[in-house]
């Protein structure tokens, strides 16, 4: 890649190249920003580390939600046995990067896109790279691609899917399908296992359904002989039900390497992830008995000036589409901080609350009696991790002090 | 900036150096990819500078769409005066890449914020730098920051807005309460004229209004003796009321400078913006007159391939809300090309429509008879250049052909 690249200014840092000298509260940022509590993530890492530890399951975490290695590496040394990614540009980032075993949960599509797997299963003996397929027709155009000389078949997992959802094959029928081209290109494709995405549901006994139907493909896969690993794989599980997967799944015969991929454990969120955490520390034993000192915690926070305060009860915040995730809930404002205080006070977002976003200004209905000043900061929780990283090249990783101690690249 | 980069992986892009060879008709791109028609932007440069000089008055087209240097310096090669951004990062990327007139429409907060603009100030007598006001409390906290021995004063608008708006004054008692402020700092502040942006509304006739209030503003400054530049600056106009703003400003006395600043005109869109641009060429005859080989053209395209058809009327697309904006309707399918064929065709988007968005997926519902195979691609035109640009680090330049003539670096 030419670089074309004049500038080099990243939003959210400080100025010049120390950064370990930046403090938030000294403002030495140019705000907004991105902040990673480095507690909380530590935090995180633990809980799911014991939790795939008492359920005997494997951790592939979806890489796609912080598209940074210095996260990646974080989560392998906790425990995760693999790195999840969704797109051939993230296996490169994950791969370069020094990851060298790799699910792409998705069907590998086009002609560059798979010469640059090829080439990486060609160049890399040591390279553990899985994708999915769930049609005869990317069979055929995957036997043809991997077929060459060197014989390193590419693995391959069978993707089930529901009617109205996603990717992933409906019925028996078109497993079946899928089998019988599979068996012409034994030499280019290894079936290794049964995946599935439940997060296209959002109810409990469906997503059980789909589950067991995974299950059953296995079995019949296993019985019949049509798998090329041993153990087999079994994988599945986005941030949401991540429990109900680990259930169902343990429930199948021990020689299986089950597989789950949450990306969002990782920051947590204040949105649609603390929701599915709460029902998860309802219903889960195992998950209440790591949570003594609580479940998972929001770590990823968006800092921002009060920029204007137009009306009473009206304020407008130095922060945008551009900088956090607004599909699935507003930024939630938890820290109150005013440049001459010692440290930032909690606020009370039932008070509180972003109601409205354009690209760079967020609108903040507050009570009228409200403390706000222009140039005082807010630190809000964010609702979506993966659709706000991707806001940012750069995170700040912040102690309790709210020191910077690293910062993150991403590469999206 | 201390670099902590280990990998460099972009999306979108070909293998290896040379992009001067990568056609995506023959699928040298790794898809999904961001595409710029070079023609398209050339028409839409030239049709809006026949716009700006019919019309009489200045360009700053604002910048954070795009953020894309390259684009910049295109937008200046055809008449514009200057380039707007929103925010202070958004002022370092333009001015590093060479751009020395810079409208910042938005209030200057924060103290790291505030440091980084007085530096530029202080060590560049030829950076042309303006910056938006509407509240006291920000006029005594620039006071105080810009009052340095360097005298170099910071060149401040005074921002009209509405009730229930964005930023802006709404009313003549604060703006004679900030003038009061501003007389303290004159050794700091230089108030230069009056800005708006008339698109938090969305109609014609408050948007008059709107306009009509800054111009009496500006006109009770000009009496009052209260401006230090002349001509005084009179600023509005997002992409979507650009002719409202030209026709009310023209109205106002000769030795005005009139700036508009619309961003989106560059790349035009299939959405929001295409039905802005209906009403423009019914209402306005400038703009009718300048459209002989018609208006403004969608240029920016996001190229995917059909991943998918898990169901007769239902194919999954390999793009999603990681890839396009979605938050002002989905893309919309343009063109249908088989790797095999000679040239795309066109495809009926009344009949193919995008009807949901994952983070990197989007469901295409298709007629039943249609004519879709898995590894085909799909050009989607977008709706929200400003929320497409910004998930794309390379955006390639292409020509008639589907060759790249360029890659587009943007600096988010």
Redesign the interface.
């Known amino acids: ?19 370990h000298k930046w403090n938030l509260l000294r ?6 920003a991105a902040v990673l509590s480095s507690e909380n993530v530590q935090h995180n890492l633990q809980w799911m580390q014991k939790f795939i530890e008492k359920y005997n399951v494997k951790l592939a975490p979806h890489g ?1 939600t912080t598209m940074c ?2 996260l990646f590496h974080k989560q392998l040394d906790h425990g995760a046995w693999a790195i999840t990614v ?4 993230q296996v ?2 994950a791969y ?3 990851i060298r075993r790799i699910i792409m949960a ?2 590998l ?5 798979m ?2 797997i090829r080439q990486l299963l060609d160049d890399d003996p040591d390279f553990d790279f899985y994708c999915l397929i ?2 005869s ?2 069979v055929e ?1 995957l036997g043809k691609c991997f077929n060459n000389e060197k014989q390193r078949r590419l693995q391959v997992l069978l993707e089930i ?1 529901v ?8 019925n028996e029928e078109e497993e079946k399908l899928i089998l019988n081209i599979l068996s012409q290109h034994q030499n280019s494709l290894a079936l290794v296992g049964v995946e599935l995405f439940e997060g296209v549901l959002n109810e409990e006994q469906p997503i059980r359904l789909m589950l067991q139907r995974a299950v059953a493909c296995l079995q019949r896969l296993i019985n019949s002989n049509q798998l090329s690993r041993l153990p087999p794989i079994l994988s599945g599980a986005g941030s949401a039900w991540y429990d109900i997967v680990a259930d169902e799944f343990s429930k199948v015969a021990p020689l299986v390497d089950i597989i789950l991929r949450p990306g969002c454990y990782l920051t947590h969120d204040a949105g649609a992830y603390h929701r599915a955490q709460i029902r998860i520390l309802e219903q889960n034993s195992i998950a209440r008995d790591i949570s003594n000192d609580g479940g998972l915690r929001p770590a990823l926070q968006i800092w921002a ?7 009473i009860n ?1 304020a ?1 915040i ?1 922060l945008g ?2 900088d956090a995730a ?2 699935a809930g507003y930024p939630v404002p938890v820290l109150h901080y005013r ?1 001459e205080w010692s440290k930032p006070i909690e606020i009370d977002n039932t008070q509180y609350q972003i109601t409205k976003m ?4 967020a ?1 903040l209905t507050c009570p009228s009696n409200h403390n706000l ?3 005082d ?1 807010i630190a809000f929780d964010i609702s979506h991790p ?2 706000t990283f ?2 940012w ?2 995170i700040l990783l912040i102690n309790n002090d709210y020191t910077v101690i ?4 991403t ?2």
């Open positions: 890649m030419q670089s074309q690249s004049i500038v080099s200014y990243d939003k959210g840092v400080g100025i010049g190249d120390n950064y403002e030495d940022i140019s705000l907004p796609k290695p210095k969704a797109t051939v540009q490169q980032v370069s990067a020094g998705n069907q599509i086009g002609k560059t896109n010469t640059i769930d049609s027709t990317n155009q899917g009617n109205n959802g996603r990717t992933g094959i409906r000036y009060v920029q204007s305060i137009p009306e009206h407008i130095a589409k551009r607004f599909d440049p354009m690209d760079q200004h609108f000043l222009i140039g900061i993966c659709l991707d806001k090249r750069k690293d910062i993150l690249d590469f999206f």
